[in-house]
């Protein structure tokens, strides 16, 4: 039986050599990619949102800016899905666009594919549960007025969109979360009409129905129940002016300029 010549002998620098065949890495490559003009406009909002992959990010909150961006061009002849893939790799920078360069290439069918494997690296389950408890355990800061408590509150909600939980029970944390005197205030303008430190079903409808409504209704409660402030608070009031919703140098209630819509608002509000 013949014998086999070896294998020639390698130094340990010839296996960083290029042996031939070299396919240089092209990025992310999809099934079937598409091509088209990107706009400036779109361009620019991708690159002013890029997302980098650090611990401070939020990639929900990327992947809403992401679809701002998409809504700003419609190619003819391109899917929705099509569209997606091809812009979302240039709104990714640093290790964010190494980690999609690094996907094998031809393995990515359609943007909910590619969107389930972003989310998968960048907001595993324990990244969720730690978003939805700065939900369910919000609390007003000692110094947080009543609108920035609540703006905070709607960026945590938006952090995790998959919370999972309803108006009712959102409004719930939210209320349950404030200061006492702040609930104390909320009671009392929701008319006292339930027990102590509940919201009327109604109420809590309407300040969930959208943003605004929800900014002009709590400052409608406010003005409703400090109209008649107490002798002692009128004093205090003389040192130290301060808004419990908006947290300004005005009486609480005070937010918006006679004969606005919101102050015509707040009238209304007053005579029901």
């Not at 999609?100 to 690296?121: A, G, H, V, Y």
């Not at 939805?132 to 509150?153: P, V």
């Not at 945590?156 to 719930?172: E, F, V, Y």
């Amino acid at each position: 039986m013949a014998e086999v010549d070896p294998p020639p002998r390698r130094t340990l620098g010839d296996y960083g050599q290029a042996t031939g065949g070299h396919n240089p890495n092209l990025g992310f490559q999809p099934v079937n990619p598409v091509s088209f003009d990107i706009k400036n406009t779109v361009l620019s909002a991708l690159k002013e949102n890029q997302f980098a992959g650090s611990e401070s990010e939020c990639p929900n909150i990327h992947l809403g800016r992401f679809y701002e961006a998409c809504g700003y061009t419609d190619p003819p002849g391109v899917t929705e899905s099509n569209k997606k893939l091809r812009l979302f790799p240039l709104s990714l920078t640093d290790r964010a666009k190494d980690w999609i360069d690094t996907l094998p290439p031809n393995t990515i069918t359609s943007w909910d594919e590619l969107e389930l494997k972003f989310c998968e690296r960048y907001f595993p389950i324990h990244k969720f549960l730690e978003r939805r408890n700065d939900i369910t355990n919000f609390e007003q800061g000692d110094s947080e007025s009543l609108y920035d408590a609540w703006e905070r509150f709607k960026l945590c909600s938006k952090k995790c969109p998959t919370h999972g939980l309803d108006n009712h029970a959102q409004m719930q944390h939210f209320t349950q979360g404030l200061r006492a005197q702040t609930r104390m205030l909320l009671d009392a303008s929701a008319g006292a009409k339930k027990k102590a430190g509940m919201l009327e079903l109604d109420t809590q409808t309407a300040l969930l129905a959208q943003s605004q409504l929800m900014n002009t209704q709590m400052a409608a409660m406010l003005k409703h129940f400090t109209t008649t402030p107490a002798p002692q608070m009128q004093a205090n009031a003389v040192h130290d002016v301060r808004c419990a919703f908006c947290g300004k140098g005005h009486a609480n209630g005070e937010c918006f300029p006679a004969g606005s819509e919101q102050a015509m608002y707040l009238s209304n509000f007053k005579k029901s």
